[in-house]
């Protein structure tokens, strides 16, 4: 998982439905931007994008078109994906997760 997350910069995400997705908190803990048509799972906007046109399983095209806007704007930026890994990270802390487990039980 290191070497797969510590080298790219980006990462379309397709799963459906997923209600927790470890293997992507993982990776987006590595300063990875992330692209999901799950709403949930693009926690914040500087880290991720909500792209519902994913979706589209006989047209990509949108998405495609999409996707690729926001790499290039992102690159233009010239991201700090430290600063993205941070933001994944306090984010995606176990503690957090424990609090929303603990909040739902009462």
Known sequence: MEYLANNPKFIIYFS???TDAIG???IQNYGVFTFSHQRDL???NDIGLYAPELTDNKNMNQAY???MKKIEN???LNPNTLSIAKINQEINKCQNALNDLCE???
């Open 65 to 67: 078109k999409i996707i």
């Open 104 to 106: 739902s039980l009462l």
């Open 42 to 44: 693009i926690i914040h």
């Open 16 to 18: 459906f439905f997923d």
């Open 74 to 76: 992102v690159i233009n």
């Open 24 to 26: 992507l908190k993982e």
